[in-house]
């Protein structure tokens, strides 16, 4: 049976080449949206049984947030603002970005009556906490550090340099001047004077120090060392009979954890891959999980809370072995949906249908970006090796979308000239290395006519994303035709997955018989992931996957790609999904601003729980709920509230 679907990460930023050369690439076909025009490749009826609420989405199954899906960051209901049909929307929303209906979003499990609430009005409105494999939610409580005579041995040059001292030697060392000189300014004290210079030479070892007198003062006096390379950091010794990895609790705020890493290992002068963690979590919230650093020191870490406030790390421990992509049970959620219309009747009657029966595991509008043009877009371009169309389809201006100016009109130049150096020389040197389209352009300067190799450039995660983005899109609307044909109870034909009885104990798909029916139900039902390592149920679903790749003119029989990893195996994935903890709560207010519930961080500094407005004009329904892995939290808010939670429809909301 094929592996189910990873979490992705990406790979490290290479510098771009100095040496590049024009090329142009020919028109593109019709089959590129314009104007994020629907895919014309449904062949689905289309039948909402209801309409469609979420700015950009928080994943159960920590889906990455890449430049290509950029959220709509509609923070609070500031910034600036575009007129549509007389209302404003925050500027950074694409009002022509995919609906729940264009990726086959159609259906809901329960009949109430749904209701409007806001999805992430302020990124605090959104908590997630991850569950581990033990099942327990990880919390911050602590952030003290481990403190042993080794950790102190190892961690007492970091402590001897300011962080301003650490940051001129930095600067120094990346400076081309080589005789430019740094001074430290010392006491008279000769020991501080000798562990300074000890200090720099174990942390930068690429540069030598002096001491020297300036105006009858002592300072240290640093510079490049004869014929030395440069070097950031020279390796402590780690103390024996210490395990290798440092296990410790990561909090952040607005920010994904991707961003949160290089933030780590930026500060620590070391590369991302120190790091490793289960699962990657949203931008827009704040998120609490766990991460593992190898031979990092707990009190290196913790000194690390001093210097900025849009992380916290804590809850230290030694281990073995390094967390690794998938290894959670899942995430905990604590949501608040502000300025709600339900009422009493209405809310109950949602909540109560979502802890009893669930929600329709669709993959969220995340998957599918928040541009004018969908990811999946670009995956049926590289499932087709039509690698012009994809390169145009990543590059192209978006419409109706806010974008900072300078990748703006680094995207405009591009689409004008077909000139990738030219082009990159307009991106701003922080984003040549974390976009996509810096990525793109580097490899369009490097490689010339190889479109393959250019793509290439991009890390391997995120174009991997593109062509299970088209996966998802198959298996939306498969899944939505599934229930409307035969409803919410198993059939035979239908799929389960049953523990092999071999040392592996991997899953296999089941095809279900008349006679299996009284024993699985609708929960256990699951639907593949087109690939060439699955089975398709043996109903009528077969012949929907079969008809909708070949519109988009694929062989079902013959999806292995010559490009390996555009080769999908595929996967299979449960049609419906029960929360688990779930409970709600309502509250009212009077300012927005005003935040509604405490985090770990307000708790470690010792805030009161906030005090809501017994007789607030506005209303906000706070619910919870635990999701296993690969489930989008904002798919459980779309059955409670019945609304579209595309970003577009939720800045609206926002509006009103």
């Known amino acids: 049976m094929a592996d189910m679907e990873q979490e992705k990460r990406s790979a490290e930023p290479e510098p771009p080449e100095k040496s590049a050369k024009k090329i ?59 007129s549509v049909s007389g209302q404003k929307v925050p500027c950074r929303v694409n009002l022509l970005a995919p ?49 042993d005579s080794g950790a102190q041995a190892a961690t007492s040059a970091e402590d001897v340099l300011s962080q301003e001292d ?23 004290d000769k020991e501080q004077r000798t562990q300074v210079h000890h200090a720099i030479k174990e942390l930068f070892s690429g540069l030598q120090s002096e001491t020297v007198d300036v105006c009858n003062t002592k300072v240290i006096r640093v510079k490049y060392g004869k014929g030395s390379q440069a070097r950031v950091q020279k390796k402590f010794k780690w103390p024996k009979g210490r395990p290798d990895y440092c296990h410790f609790v990561l909090y952040k705020e607005n920010m994904d954890t991707m961003d949160a890493i290089n933030m780590l290992a930026m500060n620590l002068r070391l590369k991302p891959g120190f790091f490793a963690y289960a699962g990657t979590k949203d931008k827009r919230a704040i998120t609490v999980q766990e991460v593992t650093a190898y031979r990092i020191a707990a009190e290196r870490l913790s000194n690390l809370n001093k210097q900025q406030t849009r992380y916290v790390v804590g809850n230290f421990r030694y281990t073995e072995q390094p967390l690794k992509l998938g290894l959670l049970s899942g995430n905990h959620f604590t949501i608040l949906l502000r300025n709600c219309t339900g009422s009493s009747e209405q809310i109950e009657a949602g909540l109560t249908s979502l802890r009893d029966y669930g ?59 077909r000139d990738a150096k030219g082009a990159l020389e307009r991106m701003p040197r922080r984003n040549m290395s974390k976009d996509i389209e810096g990525r793109l352009l580097e490899g369009l300067a490097k490689n010339g006519k190889d479109l393959v190799g250019a793509l290439s450039n991009i890390p391997r995660n995120t174009r991997l994303m593109y062509v299970h983005s088209y996966q998802s899109y198959i298996w939306n609307n498969i899944v939505s035709r599934r229930l409307r044909e035969y409803g919410f109870q198993p059939v035979a034909g239908d799929l389960v997955l049953e523990k092999r009885k071999d040392e592996a104990q991997r899953s296999e798909a089941k095809v279900l018989s008349e006679g299996d029916l009284g024993n699985y139900t609708i929960h256990d039902v699951v639907f593949p992931l087109f690939g060439y390592d699955v089975i398709y149920p043996q109903h009528k679903a077969e012949g929907w996957y079969r008809e909708m790749l070949a519109v988009d003119q694929l062989d079902m029989d013959n999806i292995r790609h010559k490009v390996k990893d555009y ?52 209303k906000a329904l706070k619910v919870e709920f635990t999701l296993p892995p690969s489930t989008y939290a904002t798919m459980a808010l779309r059955e409670i509230l019945k609304t579209d939670t595309s970003s577009g429809h939720q800045a609206m909301l926002n509006t009103q």
């Open 359 to 417: 929600f329709i595991n669709y993959f969220g509008m995340q998957r599918f970006g928040t541009t004018s043009v969908p990811s999946h877009h670009v995956g049926r371009a590289l499932l087709h090796s039509k690698w012009e169309e994809a390169i145009e389809l990543i590059l192209k201006p978006r419409e109706g979308e806010h974008q900072e100016g300078a990748v703006s009109a680094c995207r405009d130049y591009w689409w004008k000239t």
């Open 166 to 188: 650490k940051q001129k030697l930095e600067n120094l060392l990346e400076s081309k001047d080589k005789s430019a000189a740094v001074d430290i300014q010392v006491g008279d």
């Open 24 to 82: 142009k690439l020919s028109e593109v076909s019709e089959a590129i949206p314009d104007k994020g025009g629907k895919n014309p490749s449904t062949c689905m009826d289309q039948k909402p049984t209801g309409a469609g609420d979420g700015n950009s989405q928080v994943t159960g199954d920590d889906s990455q947030s890449s430049d290509s899906s950029r959220e709509a960051e509609t923070e609070d209901s500031s910034g600036g603002n575009t």
């Open 567 to 618: 080769s999908l195996s595929g996967a299979y994935r449960k049609i419906i999904v029960k929360p688990t903890n779930c409970k709600w709560s309502v509250m009212h207010y009077d300012d927005v601003k005003i935040p509604l519930m405490l985090t770990d961080k307000d708790i470690l500094d010792g805030k009161e729980a906030p005090v809501a407005a017994s007789d607030g004009k506005m």
């Open 99 to 147: 609906k729940e209906t264009d990726v086959g979003i159609t259906e809901y499990i329960s009949k109430h009556e749904g209701f409007s609430g806001i999805i992430k009005q302020r990124y605090s409105d959104f908590l997630v906490r991850e569950v581990d494999v033990r099942g327990r939610i990880v919390q911050l409580t602590d952030t003290a550090p481990l403190v």
